[in-house]
């Protein structure tokens, strides 16, 4: 064989050797990606002003001062106009339950609204949230109500509850009453989770109204909850689009 042959079979047994090495020696699996952060995004109203830019996240995490408000530009994604906010970060320092509603200007006469058009109670959140929370601003301060019922339909809400440290229950069972529930005249029944020490149910709410509840330690509003303090605690509020889960955090039994 001439010197030439030798060579290239050298050179190509060398490089077989090189590709059967590295062909088989195992691969880094690609590194995961971390889940997104959750977000707090809010609809907004087809009569949302054409001159309006930014929306007001005003809450108890600032003191609901304005200066202090996280705000999003208004987007759009079709026809449906959307604020969103990172709750990771604008949450990090706040103490739990955060109060909140949303505005379109730096001034209360640009608040939300109810279906009415009237006055809304605070949104909250009771706990740090793991996915995203979608919100609905059904109407703006001064503005004519929309008319929902082409979009309301019946939607299935799981609640889960915590509860104070030595709270007494009615034999496993807390309970709640609220618009939901033949407007307040209807105790539903929670019941405890023997593992967890959680009280869950679902209940049959309306997609695109506002509903208004409270917990209650016995079937009588005798036994209903409160604040922080003990006093008195203003109805929670939801409006939703779709089936969700709700986690709530009851503060203390009204004194």
Known sequence: MSMKKKWLVVMLVSFLSVFVLFGCLPTTP?????????VLKAYLPETTPATATTIYLMGS???????????????????????????????????YPVFYKY??????????????????????????????VVDVV?????MDPIDYSALQEDITVNFVVHVPEGTVDDDGKIYMAGTFADNWATFVPL????????????ATMTSYTVQEYKFLRMANWDNVEGNADGGYLENRIIILTDDATIENVVESWEN
């Open 61 to 95: 995490y600032s003191n609901f001062e304005f200066t202090d408000a996280a705000t999003s530009e208004i987007k759009v994604d079709g026809d449906q106009l959307y604020a969103e906010f990172d709750i990771s970060n604008l949450f990090d320092d706040a103490d």
């Open 138 to 142: 059904l109407n703006w301060k001064g």
């Open 30 to 38: 690609p590194q995961e990606q971390p889940p997104a952060p959750p």
């Open 191 to 202: 019941n405890k989770d023997q593992t967890t020490g959680y009280y869950t149910t679902e």
């Open 103 to 132: 505005t379109y200007d730096a001034t209360w006469t640009c608040v939300e609204t109810n279906a009415s058009g009237g006055d809304i109670g605070n949104r909250r959140l009771d706990v740090a949230p793991e996915s995203d």
